[in-house]
């Protein structure tokens, strides 16, 4: 049972553009949501995250934002830049349960220059 | 500051045999969650330690265990090894239990 939902595995973007990393959940238990970017040969690294009682959160060019009625989160990049090209992956976890990171299956973005 | 340290960073082992993967996490960092990632898909959480206690267990078979130590450093242990037990090991430490987690580079564990 997949909780945590990334159904683009794939998008492409021009330099300067925006970029829009979707993700999708089922589980309303879910209390907070983070993004990570991960490169080649690297570990996940932490970009961002929100709670559950926000429905947006900033920080420098990258934007969370949470719409719970329908369960979905979006990661904005403003303005896209060639060395955001990774692999993005959504996660989330609920209270009392906060050491199990549930993640999405990853999206991978490359920015074209 | 170190970040997240694993090792070894790569390692083969066959069918049957056993193997120890270890984690130091990030200085005052008390806990530690093990992840399994194969190709294509999200990590998959194993165990999370806080305070050198089991705080969460993952849908892995007993094959897998692990532990914490005082210096909240950790290993994780599987038994028997499976073809399918063939991924990234990622293991990732959080200052406290509600806070982001930070990874490390991985252990690739490939199984002959």
């Known amino acids: 049972d997949q909780q945590v939902k990334q159904n683009s595995p794939s998008l492409s973007v021009q330099e300067g553009r925006i970029s829009i990393l979707n993700c999708d959940y089922t589980?309303?238990?879910?209390?907070?949501f983070l993004w990570y970017k991960k490169y080649p040969a690297e570990g996940p690294t932490f970009l961002i995250s929100?709670?559950?009682?926000?429905d947006k959160n900033e920080d420098g060019r990258f934007t969370v934002f949470l719409n719970k009625s329908a369960k979905h989160l979006s990661l904005h990049i403003v303005p896209s830049q060639p060395g955001d090209s990774a692999v993005y992956f959504c996660?989330?976890?609920?209270?009392?349960?906060?050491?199990?990171?549930?993640f999405g299956q990853g999206t991978t973005l490359q920015v074209k220059p | 500051d170190a970040g997240v340290t694993q090792s070894p960073t790569h390692l083969i082992k066959t069918r049957g045999q056993q193997v120890t993967l270890r984690c130091s996490p990030i200085s005052g960092h008390k806990s530690v969650s093990w992840y399994q990632q194969v190709l294509g898909q999200g990590p998959q959480f194993i165990f999370q330690y806080y305070e050198k206690e089991e705080r969460g267990r993952g849908n892995f078979p007993d094959r897998f265990s692990a532990r914490q130590f005082p210096n909240y450093s950790s290993e994780l242990n599987v038994n028997a090894l499976l073809l399918g037990d063939s991924a990234l090991y990622l293991c990732?430490?959080?200052?406290?239990?509600?806070?982001?987690?930070?990874f490390g580079d991985g252990t690739r564990l490939s199984i002959l």
């Open positions: 990732a430490s959080s200052l406290e239990d509600y806070q982001p987690q930070h």
């Open positions: 996660a989330a976890y609920y209270s009392g349960n906060t050491g199990k990171l549930i």
């Open positions: 929100i709670s559950s009682i926000k």
């Open positions: 589980n309303s238990m879910f209390d907070y």
